[in-house]
């Protein structure tokens, strides 16, 4: 059993900056893909970025190519999300999501691909 833990969300104006951090326990996150996943009021979740543990491939929606950069940190187990000139689109809470996805685009922005999901934490963009 995986459990994920968000930090790091908050309130920012557009143009701003937020780190989320995603951490695990209870094992490690060795052979998943990881990811982040957002729903917006009235929206579905829909996915925003996603790794491979081992190896490191990236993947991103269109809308945050540019802006945001997915990374982690092996020694503690973390990932993270750097989001840089944040929009008002960008406020949703931001899910953490974990599992043993398939090679391919399309399985890892499917959020039926993962098996694990964090509480989420709320990013808000100030216009």
């Known amino acids: 059993q995986v459990q994920l833990v968000e930090s790091g969300g908050g309130l920012v104006q557009a143009g701003g900056s937020l780190r989320l951090s995603c951490a695990a326990s209870?094992?490690?996150?060795?052979?998943?893909?990881v990811g982040w996943f957002r729903r917006a009021p009235g929206k579905e979740r829909e996915f925003v970025a996603a790794?491979?543990?081992?190896?490191?491939?990236?993947y991103y929606a269109d809308s945050v190519k540019g802006r945001f950069t997915i990374s982690r940190d092996s020694a503690k187990n973390t990932m993270y999300l750097q989001m840089n000139s944040l929009k008002p689109e960008d406020t949703a809470l931001y899910y953490c999501?974990?599992?043993?996805?398939?090679?391919?685009?399309?399985?890892?922005?499917?959020?039926?691909?993962?098996?694990?999901w964090g509480q989420g934490t709320q990013v808000t963009v100030s216009s």
């Open positions: 999501a974990a599992g043993i996805v398939s090679i391919g685009q399309l399985f890892v922005t499917t959020k039926n691909s993962y098996d694990y």
């Open positions: 209870g094992r490690t996150f060795s052979g998943y893909t």
């Open positions: 790794i491979r543990w081992s190896g490191g491939s990236t």
